[in-house]
Each structure stands twice: as structure tokens, then as C-alpha cells.
């Protein structure tokens, strides 16, 4: 079924001009599909589906369904502030060739249930495509609540809602409260890496993956056991991760940081030498004995396109990666280098060094 299993999101590999570099995106996607990812969720945040032209979208979207030639489900980021320009994108999704659309309720101005009701009605009606709300409050400022879900799921054509998921002490709780809301098969999936095996033992049925759109192998390890009801290989996968699982939730603190010292007055936070936005030439500056970067919570691609094999932030996600590729029951050096996940940094996108197209 579409919404369900893992779904992997990688990066939109750019070149310094904005274009998609097609065939490190190929790259990339038939390392997924050979992994064994159940959909291929393009153009997400972490594919900077906000920031691409419209063109340079459908090159992705036609690339996509080239490079993966019905092997692997393909669900798009359709995302836009204007509802024509939403079902434009839907349109041109199902023309390439997508299984599924991903929908968040993106906006300029606060937006009210009724207007986000009326904005997925639309690309409802347009294209008859499954379609999936994407529930990202963090970025969007809006948030589904349980009774415009329940409104939303009566539309026949929406298939499935991604929440971000909460602590494990919390989780099951919000999954029954959600499935009370929703027709029955209705497709109850989260996102949050770090957060999400818990989410999927509460009885979650899609985890829609950051960290899967690079390290695609471990990912579908430590789904497959969490959907199998395995906590110990859930937990002992999961603690191989955990080096890249901290990074995520430091940075997913920082924009509230950084928010709470500027409502006092104080500068907002920079990053620090070694971090990977220091790329940009920012000053650093330091709050205790922690250094803080400035990034975007749910998108560690714009972390992997910075990051470089010598940077102290890219040395443990790196090094956990290298565990996990293996299954490892034991942590590698700190020395291990970064290509021992396969990928090398090449401007500012992250490439798989094998395969690649063609090769």
C-alpha cells in the first residue's frame, strides 16, 4: 500500500545555479530503490521542494520516474502558497508518472481550517491521485487539528495523514486519539527520525524518513523490525543511530533558541567554526560551552550538502553510518572516514560514489 513502510526522502542535488543535477539525484534514488524503501517520497523539505521552480520540479518529477521506472512507488511534494499553482504541480506529478502527492498547507498569512479544507479540496478534485497531508507545524505554522483531519479524511482521494511524531511516552496516546478521527485503513504515518520507532510500535503505518534518503540500507533494517513488533532489534538498531539522532535533536531545538534570545533582547545565534554552516561565513558565537548552528529542523540534507569529511559535525553522523551500512553490533573509530558510507561531497550536494548512472 502507497503510505505505508518506509518512505525515503533525499536531498534535491543543485548545481551552484539552482538546477537539479539529474544524475546525482538518479544516483541516489536507485540506491534507495535497491535498498528496499517501500516509496520514494520526492520533493519533501528535505528536497527544498519551497525553493525550486516549477520547471526545475517537473525535471525532477520526470527524472524521478525515469531513473526508477516503476520499481519503487514515487510520491511528490506538491506544496504551494497559490491553490492554482498546487494543481498545476499535481498535474504535472501525475503526468510524470507519480503514485502519490504529499500536501502541506504552506501559507504567507495565517490560514484558517476552512481555507486549508478548501485548498486540498481543490487538488482533490483535480487529479485522482492518493494524496497525503503532510501535518508540519514546525514549518508551516498550521497545524491539523483532529476535527479538519476528520474533515479532510472523508475526502475520497485522501489516503493518509504524516504527523510529526512525539516522545514515546506520549505517542500512543496521540496515535489511538488520531485513528479515532479518520475512517478505518485510513494511513496513520510519522516523521521525526529519532522519534519515529516508537511511533511505529504505538502502530504507526508509514515512516516518512530523512535519514533514509542517505543512509537507506539501516533505515529499512530498523523499519522492517519495528513493524515486525521487535523491540530489541529496534533498540539495538536504534542505539547505532543515536550519534545522528542527537545532532537531530540539537538542531531541532536551535530555531526556538535562537527565537527565545532575540524576544530578549540578544542576538540570535551563529554558527560555529566547525559547524557546517559556517560555510556561509557567519561569525560564531557560543551560549555556555555549547556552539549552536542555525539550520532548518527537517531538513538534514541542507546539513549533508555543507557538511565535508574532516568537519567535527560530520564525524559521528558519518561513523554511525558506517556501523549501520555494516549492521554492526560495534562503534567504529571516530577516525573512520565518511566515504566508508559511500558518499563524498561534491559542492554542495551529497553523491553516492557507487553506483552511479551508467557505471
Avoid at 501525475?94 to 490560514?111: E, I, K
Avoid at 554492526?328 to 573509530?333: E, L, N, Q, V
Avoid at 566508508?340 to 559542492?347: E, F, K, Y
Wanted: net charge neutral; charged share 20%; with cysteine.
Amino acid at each position: 500500500m502507497l503510505f505505508h513502510g518506509l518512505s525515503a526522502f533525499p536531498i534535491t542535488p543543485c548545481d551552484s545555479a539552482g538546477r537539479i543535477d539529474i544524475d546525482a539525484l538518479c544516483g541516489l534514488l536507485k540506491r534507495i530503490d535497491a535498498a528496499g524503501a517501500d516509496p520514494i517520497g520526492l520533493l519533501g523539505s528535505t528536497g527544498s521542494y519551497m525553493y525550486l521552480s516549477r520547471a526545475e520540479k517537473r525535471r525532477a518529477m520526470d527524472a524521478a520516474a525515469d531513473c526508477l521506472s516503476g520499481r519503487t512507488p514515487l510520491i511528490v511534494g506538491v506544496g504551494a502558497l497559490r491553490t492554482d499553482d498546487l494543481i498545476a504541480l499535481a498535474k504535472d506529478a501525475r503526468d510524470a508518472g507519480a503514485q502519490g502527492l504529499l500536501l502541506a498547507p504552506v501559507s504567507y498569512t495565517p490560514l484558517g481550517d476552512d481555507e486549508v479544507f478548501e485548498h486540498f479540496s481543490a487538488v482533490a478534485a483535480a487529479t485522482a491521485l492518493p494524496l497525503c497531508i503532510y501535518n508540519n507545524p514546525g514549518m508551516t505554522h498550521f497545524s491539523i487539528s483532529q476535527a479538519l483531519l476528520s474533515r479532510l479524511s472523508a475526502i475520497p482521494s485522501i489516503a493518509a495523514v504524516k504527523n510529526p511524531a512525539l516522545p514515546a511516552a506520549d505517542i500512543a496516546a496521540a496515535h489511538q486519539e488520531t485513528l479515532s478521527a479518520v475512517p478505518a485503513g485510513f494511513a496513520v504515518g510519522y516523521s521525526g527520525d529519532w522519534l519515529v520507532a516508537d511511533a511505529i510500535l504505538a502502530g504507526g503505518v508509514a515512516w516518512y524518513s530523512v535519514v533514509a534518503g542517505i543512509l537507506p540500507e539501516p533505515s529499512v533494517k530498523l523499519m522492517r523490525a519495528a513493524q515486525a513488533g521487535d523491540r530489541a532489534e529496534v533498540e539495538r538498531i536504534n542505539a547505532l543511530f543515536e550519534p545522528l539522532w542527537t545532532l537531530f535533536r540539537r538542531i531541532e531545538q536551535l530555531p526556538r533558541r535562537s527565537r527565545d534570545r532575540q524576544s530578549a533582547g540578544a542576538q540570535p545565534l551563529r554558527p560555529a567554526a566547525t559547524d557546517p554552516a559556517s560555510v556561509a561565513g557567519q561569525p560564531a558565537e557560543s551560549e555556555g560551552s555549547a556552539r549552536y548552528a542555525v539550520f532548518n529542523p527537517v531538513t538534514v540534507g541542507r546539513l549533508m550538502r555543507r557538511a565535508c569529511p574532516s568537519n567535527a559535525y560530520c564525524a559521528k553522523p558519518m561513523t554511525a553510518a558506517a556501523a549501520l551500512t555494516a549492521s554492526s553490533t560495534t562503534a567504529p573509530s571516530r577516525n573512520s572516514m565518511a566515504t566508508s558510507s559511500r558518499t563524498v561531497v561534491a559542492g554542495r550536494c551529497v553523491v553516492p560514489v557507487s553506483p552511479r548512472p551508467g557505471s
